[in-house]
Structure formats: structure tokens, C-alpha cells
Nanobody, 129 residues
Framework: VQLVESGGGLVQPGGSLRLSCAFS????????IVWIRQAPGKEREGVSC????????YYADSVKGRFTISRDSSKNTVYLQMNSLKSEDTAVYYC???????????????????????WGKGTLVTVSS
């Protein structure tokens, strides 16, 4: 099993980036992909999720209306399009996989992401002028 993030970098406030999560060794038929970010000195935050059920996506309030998650099943890749970026979006962004969409993607409580089945190594997004 492997998840590999790419697409991070330095961008000015108001700019856009598209992150990619290329995965292998499992199927979206059985797993949810979660984009999780961690800024220095802050807790992990689950920002967006997608799974195989049509319409099953989730966005944290902090990114709703600015970020869009999508998937290309033919390429085993999940994307996170990030628009109108703000300095507070600066973080390492990870993609992770787990079967439990409801626990990680309901927006209720504070999920413990450590228990997720598979993780990528992360990609750094820096929003700065």
C-alpha cells in the first residue's frame, strides 16, 4: 500500500494550488481518502474527504467554498483543488485512507487520525507574500 502526495509549494495569498494523492494497493470501493493538514504548533485538522459513494464528500468549515476534492479512478488519484488560499492554510498536507467515512468525515467531535490505516508522507503548502 502506498499513498504519495504532490503539488505543494509556495503561493501568495489569494492564489491556488492543486494537491494530488496517488494511491496503490487498495480500492476506493472500500476506503475513504481524507486530506489532513498540520500546521506548526497546531492540532491535525481533517479538511476534506471523499469515498466511492456518489456525493460522499466532506469539507471542514475552514475550507468550505474554497477547496474542492475530486477523484480520478482510472489514475487511482485523489485531488484537492485549493483556491483563495490564506496564510492560515499554511501546513503540511497529508492524504490518508481508512474504511470509516462516518467517523473521520462527519464534522462531529475531534477524530483521532492516528488510527487511520494508511498515510502518505505529506506535502508542504506555504501561503505567504
Amino acid at each position: 500500500v502506498q499513498l504519495v502526495e504532490s503539488g505543494g509549494g509556495l503561493v501568495q495569498p489569494g492564489g491556488s494550488l492543486r494537491l494530488s494523492c496517488a494511491f496503490s494497493g487498495f480500492s476506493l470501493d472500500y476506503y475513504t481518502i481524507v486530506w489532513i493538514r498540520q500546521a506548526p504548533g497546531k492540532e491535525r485538522e481533517g479538511v476534506s474527504c471523499i469515498d466511492n459513494h456518489p456525493g460522499s464528500t466532506y469539507y471542514a468549515d475552514s475550507v468550505k467554498g474554497r477547496f474542492t476534492i475530486s477523484r480520478d479512478s482510472s489514475k487511482n488519484t485523489v485531488y484537492l483543488q485549493m483556491n483563495s488560499l490564506k496564510s492560515e492554510d499554511t501546513a503540511v498536507y497529508y492524504c490518508a485512507a481508512d474504511p470509516d467515512f462516518d467517523y473521520y468525515c462527519s464534522g462531529k467531535g475531534s477524530p483521532t487520525y492516528d488510527g487511520m490505516d494508511y498515510w502518505g508522507k505529506g506535502t508542504l503548502v506555504t501561503v505567504s507574500s
